[in-house]
């Protein structure tokens, strides 16, 4: 029961920074927009700072769904496990009556 509520505080965690740079993607991208016109004429060292910060969000957005699939697995394989261990543990008392 402690386990699962762990495994759920994580995911929520997971879940909001998900969120939070899904969000900074999306403001990234629309004020890229509007930003890239304006820094044409400021030169191309704005552009490529934006384009850096733009690709390490997208870098850390994909860290985070990997943990999220690592977490999800992990909690799969301890159900598994403990299903294993119900079964053998059935078919000990089967096999002792």
């Not at 939070?20 to 991208?29: D, F, G, P, T």
């Not at 699939?69 to 009556?97: D, E, P």
Request: aromatic share 4%.
């Amino acid at each position: 029961m402690e386990m699962e509520t762990k495994d759920d505080s994580l995911k929520s965690q997971i879940a909001i920074r998900c969120a939070k740079a899904a969000v900074l993607l999306s403001s990234l991208k629309t004020s890229q927009n509007c930003n890239l016109r304006a820094t044409i004429d400021h030169g191309n060292e704005e552009r490529e700072i934006m384009k850096r910060a733009i690709t390490d969000l997208k870098i850390e957005l994909a860290k985070e769904r990997r943990k999220a699939k690592r977490i999800k697995l992990c909690g799969f394989v301890g159900l598994v496990m403990v299903l294993l261990s119900l079964w053998s543990f059935c078919l000990l008392l089967a096999t002792k009556y």
